[in-house]
């Protein structure tokens, strides 16, 4: 147990608050309160709630592993993933990415989830392993005493806004990045300023066999745009267009829903699989979502998934991350129960090798956006390197060594440089 259980005036105090119950935040919560700490995750929102994000990168098998829902995954009505495949401007397709022909393993096979019951899940989970779950509960802010984070301030559906006290603050708040804007930590990556608008649709074609749960990523004519198709079950695939914020947005006239149909007028490969399918909701907008954080923790706080940084929806690496460094931040929040130290230093001692694995998937990011860069003439001039990125595209960067590839391709297209956001905010 944590060395501060108790209760201090009139606060409540936990060991733990984790504020938002999205993936990485019930990693985290879940993982600490296995570690014995009293944990308390405070979430805005009434679960099961819709979130953007479906499509999950094979890499994520490990930490299902280790969280104890692999079983729940596997017995789930989830759609099977077993590939990635990319289509161009013209509509040629690439061979299929299969994952497990490279590494024939049942992690190599992975899902497309419907948010809402996925996050249900994983909150169920971090309860189960003894978090204590506040739904409606909205934080207003992060609590310090200089510069060290001693609680929050949280507001209630019912009105009640009450203080309650932690050794930890994790901020696991999505893209609302409540303590990175409040820290004035938030860095936006202007080459990748995108915008996205999406909607469910039921009916449409579907492939066969192992290809029928496939992402299919297709580039509108001009390269200006693509489409993401992501099979879920009961016959219903998202679709979402992403472009830069200028191009779908402040270069043109029309409604969300106009600009989403002038761009797949531009995708004959997406138009044709939509033929006679039903559009479930009003398309949704989210916009200006490359950012990250200068550092991922400070005293008595922490960073975890789209709290820290996001990168772009192009190789679905969101929940992969989110989960990655929920796991990494409980580890070195129980350690810094265990030394009694809750200094930056040792909170975001994960930060390093975190970010070098979010650095090889941005490179991959940029390659794909470089207009005239294509994979598969990389992949011809050099084949050796198709390993290296399905590594990527599996979320293999913690696991295998994907830099080799960073060479021959930065002669094929302008990769950015290698930042090390990481510092530690210590006092
Ligand atoms: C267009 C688009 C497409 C994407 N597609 C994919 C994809 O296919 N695959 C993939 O893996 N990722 C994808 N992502 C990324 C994915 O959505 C995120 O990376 C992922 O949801 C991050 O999980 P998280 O737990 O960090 O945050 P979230 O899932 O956003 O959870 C954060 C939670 O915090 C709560 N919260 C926020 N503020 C407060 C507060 N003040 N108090 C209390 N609670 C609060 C929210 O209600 C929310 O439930 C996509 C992103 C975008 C923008």
Sequence with gaps: MGKTNGVYGKKELYDVIVIGGGPAGSTTAALVAEYGHRVLVLER???????????????????????????????????RKYSVQFFSGSGKGSAPFYFYKHDPH??????????????????DNAREKGAEVRQGASVLQVIF??????????????????????????????????????????TVEPELKK?????HFKGGYRDEGIDEGA????????KDSWFWSIPLSDDVVSVGVVGGLDYLFREREGTPQEIFETELEKCARMK??????????????TQDFSYRSRAVAGLGWVLIGDAY????????????????????????????FDKDDFSGAQLGGWGSEFIAGMEAIRKLVYAFYTKDFSFAQFLKVHPECVDGIVDILS????????????KPMGEMCSLPEDVDYYETMEV
């Design 45 to 79: 929102e009434k679960f099961p709630r819709f979130q953007i994000g479906e499509s999950l990168m094979p890499g994520t098998y490990w930490s299902f592993k280790r969280l104890g829902v692999l079983d729940k995954l596997k017995k789930s009505a989830f759609t």
């Design 106 to 123: 049942e992690s190599s096979v992975t899902w497309q989830v419907l948010r809402s019951e996925f996050d249900q899940m994983m909150m």
């Design 145 to 186: 005493d200089g510069d060290r984070a001693i609680g929050v301030r949280v507001k209630y559906r019912n009105g009640r806004v009450n203080d309650l006290s932690a050794r930890v603050v994790v901020d696991a708040t999505g893209r609302s990045a409540l303590l990175s804007r409040k820290l004035n930590l938030k």
């Design 195 to 199: 915008a996205s608008i999406f909607t």
């Design 215 to 222: 992402t299919l990523i297709l580039h509108t004519k001009e």
């Design 272 to 285: 044709e699989r939509l033929v006679g399918a039903e559009q479930l909701f009003p398309v949704k907008v």
């Design 309 to 336: 940084g996001f990168l772009d929806p192009v190789y679905s690496s969101g929940v992969f991350l989110a989960l990655k460094s929920g796991e990494m931040a409980a580890d070195a929040i129980h350690e810094a």
């Design 395 to 406: 979320g293999k960067v913690y696991i295998n060594d994907v830099t080799p590839i960073f």
